[in-house]
Structure formats: structure tokens, C-alpha cells
Nanobody
Framework: VQLQASGGGSVQAGGSLTLSCIASGRTFNGYVMGWFRQAPGKEREFVAA????????YYADSVKNRFTISRDNAKNTLYLQTSSLKPEDTAVYFC????????????????WGRGTLVTVSS
């Protein structure tokens, strides 16, 4: 499995970015695709996730109503639309794959991509 994240950058507070993650190497039916982030000096934390086939997305409280996770099965691509960005959203964002339904914990995710850096300035 390979996961390639992109779309990070530098924005001012209140701005938006859309992150993408291209997944390859297997079919992902029955898997959960997630986004995590890790700020400098902090642990990696859950952001959002969505089942690859059927199911609803779920979010960390800190990003609910500001971020939207989605997927394009035909393109094998996972997205994270961010809006109303805050300086505390600054982090490296990672996409990951899990076989655990409703997974939120990093140990539940089996495959990880390299991250993409999001920097939000005030």
C-alpha cells in the first residue's frame, strides 16, 4: 500500500486548503481512510476519517464544522477540505488506512503516507 499526500502550504488564519491523498497498492473496500496531524513537539492526533465504501465520516471535535473529509473511489483519492484555519491547525498532516471500523487511534491504522505540512499564520 502506498499513500501519497499533497496540498499543504502556508495560509493566513481564516484561510483554507484542500489536502489530497492518492492511495494505491490494493483495493480498499471495507477499509477506513483517515487524516491525522502532528504539530511540533506534540503527539500525532486524529483529525477525520471515512469508510472507503459505505458509511459516514467522523471528525475530531477540534475540526468539526471546519474540515470536510471526502473520497473519490474512481480516482482512489482521499481529500480533506479545510476552512476557517487557525494557527493551532499548523501541523504535518498524514493520511492513513485502517481495517478497524470507526478507528480514531494511531495504533489502529496500518498504513501511513508521508505527511504534508500546513502552516497557518495569525
Amino acid at each position: 500500500v502506498q499513500l501519497q499526500a499533497s496540498g499543504g502550504g502556508s495560509v493566513q488564519a481564516g484561510g483554507s486548503l484542500t489536502l489530497s491523498c492518492i492511495a494505491s497498492g490494493r483495493t480498499f473496500n471495507g477499509y477506513v481512510m483517515g487524516w491525522f496531524r502532528q504539530a511540533p513537539g506534540k503527539e500525532r492526533e486524529f483529525v477525520a476519517a471515512i469508510p472507503w465504501s459505505v458509511g459516514v465520516p467522523y471528525y475530531a471535535d477540534s475540526v468539526k464544522n471546519r474540515f470536510t473529509i471526502s473520497r473519490d473511489n474512481a480516482k482512489n483519492t482521499l481529500y480533506l477540505q479545510t476552512s476557517s484555519l487557525k494557527p493551532e491547525d499548523t501541523a504535518v498532516y498524514f493520511c492513513a488506512v485502517s481495517t478497524v471500523w470507526s478507528a480514531r487511534r494511531t495504533p489502529d491504522y496500518n498504513y501511513w503516507g508521508r505527511g504534508t505540512l500546513v502552516t497557518v499564520s495569525s
